[in-house]
């Protein structure tokens, strides 16, 4: 990375994940308004949700070994823009539920890969004084995704819900189509790739595996200095605190002996919290504007919002851990987002006021941004130095249990409560995960 010539691999890979991300963030939240135009319930749309994350859940760990292994990745990141664009086909052909929920869980897969030898990439190219630039780039392309997406897919669907089209087979219509860009917007991305030399202008490193770890997770800085360029969950990064002191702890770093350091379970819990309500809000928020009547235009401008002010969140996020402590962060990040949340569905029902419920989405994903990082930072330094990894491996394990879980749940509150349940059922867990960080923090 030290000329202009030596960064075309980053930008390439840059355009793809703004591609693919866009491409995501456009699929999902039309998949919940196709269950809809199919009948589908909210618990219906929890189960699919849940079914995106089975397969990352499985496979996360053996992908990561993979992609350690491999002299060049190239072909893995075009396979998972493959994978996603082929869930996004299966999405826009599917005409009934057991065809979207397979589907679904394709584009979870197909994330995944990319996500993974993305990450890996850029470790291992990257040199070390500029790993977290590049990191950093790349977390924003999936930011990026996160606010184009939605917005492409409101301006598809149009101002009109779902119940006041004058024709449905146009709003079916519609909904495909929507599906079919995001099915193409991903498939660009597969020849984009291989304007990227497979070894890089050098020899590729056969290197160690690491655990992998959300896209946003990797910036800024917030992970841990030891763990090297090696994969997808480790590049140079600045890390303060207590993480060294436990070196000289014996024992095998089994999931039962790290879940046993004090503060593990709380720090896994909420960082389950924060991630399973990104898909929830996903997921859901095309329920309750259906529920509210507000258009699909303006549900995609509020998970846009979203997105961005979690973006912005990741920018400032390096100075507010430097003026605060990053227990207090993460506790006003589940505190702030579960409060915030919550009263977005009242504010589209019950007061109609959409200027507040963006303000909301606003403050609720800015908290959110705040806290997913640090939870990767606050597990890394409760553990010793040679426990890191398997504990980071342990951190993503919990996460993807709570994207199965979380979801299932809330489509099973939704039921009974509208869709604002499963939203609520999300806050409510988001809340619980803060106040007991607050009565475990005094304790201490």
């Known amino acids: 990375m030290a000329n202009r010539g030596n960064l075309t691999w980053l930008w390439v890979m840059i355009a793809a994940a703004v591609l693919t991300q866009t491409a995501l963030n456009l699929l999902r939240p039309v998949t919940s308004y196709k269950l809809l135009a199919l009948g589908a319930g909210e618990t219906t749309v929890g189960l699919a949700t849940a079914a995106y994350a089975i397969l990352p859940l499985v496979f996360a760990m053996s992908l990561g070994r993979l992609s350690s292994r491999l002299p060049t990745l190239r072909g893995m990141i075009a396979l998972g823009a493959l994978v996603l664009g082929l869930g996004g086909v299966g999405l826009a052909f599917g005409s009934n539920v057991a065809v979207l929920m397979v589907s679904s869980a394709v584009l979870g897969m197909g994330h995944l890969l990319f996500t993974i030898a993305g990450q890996t990439v850029i470790g291992r190219r990257s040199a070390p004084e500029n790993m977290d630039a590049a990191f950093g780039w ?58 990227m ?12 595996a690491e655990p992998t770890e959300e896209p946003g ?4 800085g917030l992970g841990d200095k030891n763990s090297g360029p090696a994969g997808p969950a480790s590049h140079t990064e600045t890390s303060v605190g207590a993480g060294d002191e436990g070196t000289a702890v014996p024992g095998k770093p089994t999931m039962l002996a790290i879940w046993r350091v004090p503060g593990i379970p709380s720090h896994m819990m909420a960082s389950l919290a924060l991630l399973a309500m990104l898909d929830i809000l996903t997921a859901f928020m095309p329920l309750v504007g259906e529920a509210a009547g507000v258009s ?8 846009a919002v979203r997105g961005g002010a979690s973006f912005l969140s990741r920018i400032v996020l390096p100075w507010m851990s430097g003026r605060w402590e990053r227990h207090h962060l993460v506790l006003v990040s589940l505190l702030a987002s579960a409060v915030a949340l919550g009263f977005v569905p009242p504010a589209l029902e019950g007061w109609h006021a959409i200027w507040l419920a963006v303000v909301l989405m606003a403050v609720g994903g800015f908290a959110l941004g705040i806290g997913q990082p640090l939870t990767m930072s606050l597990v890394t330094q409760a553990v010793p130095t040679a426990w890191r990894g398997p504990a980071l491996a342990f951190r993503l394990v919990g996460n ?5 879980a979380m979801p299932v749940v809330a489509g099973l509150a939704a039921a009974p409560l509208g869709p604002a349940g499963g939203i609520w059922c999300a806050c409510l867990i988001l809340a619980a995960s803060g106040t007991e960080r607050l009565v475990s923090g005094r304790k201490r």
Do not use: K
């Not at 449905?168 to 991903?186: H, N, P, Q, Y």
């Not at 030399?197 to 160690?208: E, I, K, N, Q």
């Not at 997770?217 to 800024?220: C, G, K, M, Q, S």
């Open 138 to 195: 790349f977390t924003a392309a999936f930011s990026v995704g996160q606010m184009s997406g939605p917005l492409i897919s409101g301006l598809i669907l149009g101002n009109a819900t779902l119940s006041e089209a004058t024709h449905s087979t146009e709003f079916a219509g519609r909904i495909d189509g929507a599906l079919w860009l995001g099915a193409v917007c991903s498939l660009l991305a597969v020849p984009v790739m291989y304007l």
């Open 400 to 404: 993807r249990v709570g994207q199965v």
């Open 296 to 303: 699909p235009f303006w549900v995609g401008i509020l998970l």
């Open 197 to 208: 030399r497979a070894d890089g202008g050098r020899r590729s490193r056969r290197l160690p």
């Open 217 to 220: 997770d990797r910036a800024h």
